[in-house]
């Protein structure tokens, strides 16, 4: 005898066909839509960890070299390419195709719901959540006229309705399933056009003195980072120079005294070759955009023309020096000057600017006011090999010193080098001079390249205004009934919420009152109504 308990059921085989039906559903359910757009977060969170190439190949290298173990590892991880990764582009494809998959069924059902009438009308409203009955005077209007006055007044307050034989059902809200498909939508559209922005777009940071400018291909760039489907020919063909930088300072408060009120940067514009020339201004948080580009202030600071000849009097170098601003109010700025032309010898110097220099009696020179009252620079110089030739990428505000020999500094014989403008010091043992010639303002600035941004811009709204739909539209549904009874028209009705209940009973006292006033109703023998 066979022992059934024992038995195994058969289950039926998927199949290839079924086994990718079932993927396709399990990838297309909202809960993997949800789950996916969370790992992205998550997976975009190394991006801002670790330094990217796209930023900065020099400093990625050099994070490798200073990690030698934990470095490589990462790099074959791709946490240096993040955005470019395989990784990080298989989850965001499978969420594109999960909102798209799962947004065309929803929609799709959606549109055949609306074509459909409302529920068809309980047989019993008293076991609805929300029921209530009416005695119609003698005088009243009959069953079907009644029921013809409830249509109206559902359809005043925003029901969808259909006239029945004895009953009018009635729904409204569809807009929250809308509106949540909407949302969804935009969502998608965010998405789409934030890789779109991904692909073409770039931004790069430019530094200008005075009287300089700017034109706009990539070897004009300090620091250059593009999408990984840019070309340099989407680079727009404009120029701009920089005329004047004004700043103003407070000269009234006590407390905030000498802080910089307002920039303004007056520049010169050239939006395409061969077009004319317009005057613009660029202020903090007041962009200038030229073609789509926008361009942004973001640093200022001191720039002093500076010469230096070499120990066989050629000149090595002349021109400005990008002084590295050191404190907040622009009091001192850092100096940093390779001149890898000199000769026998190559130079460096390195030391600061001060706007409005003041000796105390300790004999240290410091800045007493952000403007160039008494401008100085103090100066310590070396000689020997400055490193360039080595191939290895340097940092421009950093002069190594390992290989070079000092010449001037405070703890030496020779002493530091303290120059006014137009002062020129030779430097010992016949390795040349160096003048302070004069002193501009320089600025800092941001150029930021978007196509997407109003696709992303436009499909945000959308989402938000859906979202505000979905959260707040009430889904309902509402029927009455009309029947003869004593010479008495009667009237039911009843209100079901689908989804949450909260406002069901006010609407309803609501809708009683609407009833109230439409006819004359016999008032019922106790004071609660059934």
């Given at each position: 005898?066979?022992?059934?308990?024992?038995?195994?059921?058969?289950?039926?085989?998927?199949?290839?066909?079924?086994?990718?039906?079932?993927?396709?559903?399990?990838?297309?359910?909202?809960?993997?839509?949800?789950?996916?757009?969370?790992?992205?977060?998550?997976?975009?969170?190394?991006?801002?960890?670790?330094?990217?190439?796209?930023?900065?190949?020099?400093?990625?290298?050099?994070?490798?070299?200073?990690?030698?173990?934990?470095?490589?590892?990462?790099d074959a991880l791709g946490m240096f390419d993040v955005y470019s990764s395989p990784w990080f582009s298989a989850i965001y494809l499978l969420l594109m195709?999960?909102?798209?998959?799962?947004?065309?069924?929803?929609?799709?059902?959606?549109?055949?719901?609306?074509?459909?009438?409302?529920?068809?009308?309980?047989?019993?409203?008293?076991?609805?959540?929300?029921?209530?009955?009416?005695?119609?005077?003698?005088?009243?209007?009959?069953?079907?006229?009644?029921?013809?006055?409830?249509?109206?007044?559902?359809?005043?307050?925003?029901?969808?309705?259909?006239?029945?034989?004895?009953?009018?059902?009635?729904?409204?809200?569809?807009?929250?399933?809308?509106?949540?498909?909407?949302?969804?939508?935009?969502?998608?559209?965010?998405?789409?056009?934030?890789?779109?922005?991904?692909?073409?777009?770039?931004?790069?940071?430019?530094?200008?003195?005075?009287?300089?400018?700017?034109?706009?291909?990539?070897?004009?760039?300090?620091?250059?980072?593009?999408?990984?489907?840019?070309?340099?020919?989407?680079?727009?063909?404009?120029?701009?120079?920089?005329?004047?930088?004004?700043?103003?300072?407070?000269?009234?408060?006590?407390?905030?005294?000498?802080?910089?009120?307002?920039?303004?940067?007056?520049?010169?514009?050239?939006?395409?070759?061969?077009?004319?020339?317009?005057?613009?201004?660029?202020?903090?948080?007041?962009?200038?955009?030229?073609?789509?580009?926008?361009?942004?202030?973001?640093?200022?600071?001191?720039?002093?023309?500076?010469?230096?000849?070499?120990?066989?009097g050629d000149v090595a170098y002349s021109g400005p020096v990008i002084a590295q601003i050191q404190d907040p109010n622009v009091n001192s700025s850092l100096?940093?000057?390779?001149?890898?032309?000199?000769?026998?010898?190559?130079?460096?110097?390195?030391?600061?600017?001060?706007?409005?220099?003041?000796?105390?009696?300790?004999?240290?020179?410091?800045?007493?006011?952000?403007?160039?009252?008494?401008?100085?620079?103090?100066?310590?110089?070396?000689?020997?090999?400055?490193?360039?030739?080595?191939?290895?990428?340097?940092?421009?505000?950093?002069?190594?010193?390992?290989?070079?020999?000092?010449?001037?500094?405070?703890?030496?014989?020779?002493?530091?080098?303290?120059?006014?403008?137009?002062?020129?010091?030779?430097?010992?043992?016949?390795?040349?001079?160096?003048?302070?010639?004069?002193?501009?303002?320089?600025?800092?600035?941001?150029?930021?390249?978007?196509?997407?941004?109003?696709?992303?811009?436009?499909?945000?709204?959308?989402?938000?205004?859906?979202?505000?739909?979905?959260?707040?539209?009430?889904?309902?549904?509402?029927?009455?009934?009309?029947?003869?009874?004593?010479?008495?028209?009667?009237?039911?009705?009843?209100?079901?919420?689908?989804?949450?209940?909260?406002?069901?009973?006010?609407?309803?006292?609501?809708?009683?009152?609407?009833?109230?006033?439409?006819?004359?109703?016999?008032?019922?023998?106790?004071?609660?109504?059934?």
């Open positions: 005898m066979t022992n059934l308990s024992t038995q195994q059921p058969t289950l039926p085989s998927l199949g290839f066909r079924g086994t990718l039906r079932f993927i396709w559903n399990q990838l297309t359910s909202m809960r993997t839509a949800l789950m996916l757009l969370l790992l992205l977060a998550v997976a975009a969170v190394p991006g801002s960890l670790f330094p990217q190439r796209r930023a900065g190949a020099d400093v990625v290298e050099t994070w490798i070299e200073d990690n030698p173990t934990l470095g490589p590892i990462m195709v999960s909102l798209v998959g799962c947004l065309w069924p929803r929609g799709r059902q959606h549109l055949k719901t609306l074509r459909q009438p409302p529920a068809r009308t309980p047989r019993n409203l008293k076991r609805l959540p929300e029921y209530g009955q009416l005695v119609l005077e003698t005088n009243g209007p009959t069953p079907d006229e009644a029921l013809v006055d409830a249509e109206k007044i559902l359809k005043k307050a925003g029901y969808r309705t259909e006239l029945r034989d004895g009953s009018v059902g009635a729904e409204r809200g569809y807009t929250r399933e809308i509106g949540n498909i909407l949302f969804h939508f935009g969502l998608l559209g965010v998405i789409v056009f934030m890789g779109i922005g991904g692909l073409y777009k770039y931004e790069g940071q430019k530094i200008i003195v005075e009287g300089e400018g700017f034109t706009n291909n990539l070897v004009s760039y300090d620091s250059f980072t593009p999408g990984t489907a840019f070309s340099e020919e989407r680079l727009h063909p404009f120029s701009i120079s920089l005329e004047n930088f004004d700043v103003i300072f407070d000269r009234e408060s006590e407390s905030h005294y000498g802080q910089a009120l307002d920039y303004t940067a007056a520049m010169q514009v050239t939006p395409a070759p061969g077009a004319e020339t317009y005057a613009d201004e660029i202020k903090v948080n007041d962009p200038l955009t030229i073609n789509g580009v926008r361009i942004f202030l973001v640093g200022n600071g001191y720039a002093p023309n500076i010469t230096v000849t070499d120990g066989n100096v940093v000057l390779k001149v890898p032309d000199a000769r026998p010898e190559q130079l460096g110097f390195v030391g600061l600017f001060l706007p409005t220099s003041y000796t105390g009696d300790d004999g240290v020179a410091i800045s007493i006011d952000p403007d160039a009252y008494n401008p100085e620079l103090i100066l310590n110089s070396y000689y020997g090999d400055i490193g360039l030739d080595s191939g290895v990428p340097q940092n421009v505000y950093v002069l190594d010193t390992d290989a070079m020999t000092e010449l001037n500094s405070r703890n030496n014989d020779n002493g530091g080098i303290t120059l006014g403008v137009g002062d020129t010091y030779e430097l010992p043992d016949n390795m040349g001079t160096i003048t302070f010639d004069s002193w501009d303002r320089y600025i800092g600035l941001d150029l930021h390249y978007d196509p997407s941004k109003w696709g992303v811009a436009i499909f945000a709204s959308l989402a938000l205004v859906a979202l505000v739909i979905s959260l707040y539209v009430r889904r309902r549904r509402a029927w009455v009934k009309a029947f003869a009874q004593d010479g008495h028209t009667v009237i039911e009705y009843g209100l079901l919420a689908r989804g949450e209940t909260f406002g069901l009973r006010d609407e309803n006292i609501k809708l009683r009152q609407t009833f109230d006033n439409t006819w004359q109703v016999i008032p019922p023998d106790t004071s609660e109504d059934s």
